[in-house]
């Protein structure tokens, strides 16, 4: 899996959109971006994940970049329930395969 | 509502006694997993199994076990042998299937302290 790098903390000020980057130059390319969460003493909580077009959910967008060398997560309107660790991952699909948590972006959202 | 269980949420052992995890899941995932994680630390995979009856061994399984009678059922039995026990387990779930992602979805996790 590709190697990712990500700013360790960001703060959002609540309400606004948090937008949280995400470096993987050596994506290959059937490599898929995946984003979780996981706020602090629970389990990993999956946002979103994309391939090559952008996509969003009811959480989150993830825009990524034409040359699929960096990605950014959005949170729209960002709350004080959205401060959390967040993980970008690069992995292939359709296999057993383990997932490998960088170290992540601590989003604190200040009131 | 479809999800992930761990039970319990908390849990304190003795050391040299065996403990059991639980994990179900009622996704219909095929695949499912057992990560650990320490303070500060990411996940580390322990054992993972992709059909029933059928299970793999991960990064670091030493002093730990499973079973897989049950598609929906994981549960892990953390034995005496494992010399540091105390960590925050986490089991996921995902979907195999040819041409799809296999996106893992996690419980809630079972922090183990052994006392």
């Known amino acids: 899996d590709a190697k990712t790098t990500q700013p360790p903390s960001m703060d959002c000020a609540e309400g606004r959109a948090a937008n949280l980057p995400c470096n993987h130059s050596t994506i290959s390319g059937n490599e898929y971006v995946y984003w979780y969460r996981q706020i602090h003493s629970q389990g990993p909580q999956y946002i979103i994940h994309?391939?090559?077009n952008n996509e969003t959910n009811e959480m989150a967008s993830l825009i990524i970049t034409e040359d699929r060398k960096s990605s950014t997560l959005i949170l729209p309107h960002a709350t004080l329930r959205d401060t959390a660790v967040y993980y970008c991952i690069v992995r292939l699909s359709g296999s057993a395969r383990q997932l490998t948590f960088g170290s992540g972006t601590q989003l604190t959202v200040l009131p | 509502d479809g999800g992930i269980t761990q039970s319990p949420k908390y849990l304190f052992r003795k050391e040299g006694q065996n403990v059991t995890l639980s994990c179900e899941q009622n996704?219909?995932?095929?695949?499912m997993y057992w990560y650990r994680q320490d303070p500060g630390q990411g996940l580390r995979l322990i054992y993972y199994?992709?059909?029933?009856?059928?299970?793999q061994k991960g990064d670091i399984a030493e002093g730990y076990s499973v079973s897989r009678e049950k598609k929906e059922s994981f549960p892990l039995t953390v034995t005496s042998a494992q010399k540091n026990p105390t960590a925050f387990y986490l089991c996921?779930?995902?979907?195999?299937?040819?041409?799809?992602?296999?996106?893992?979805?996690f419980g809630p996790g079972t922090r183990l302290t052994v006392l």
């Open positions: 994309g391939l090559k």
């Open positions: 996921a779930s995902s979907i195999l299937a040819g041409g799809f992602t296999d996106t893992q979805y």
């Open positions: 996704l219909n995932h095929d695949a």
């Open positions: 199994s992709q059909i029933v009856n059928d299970f």
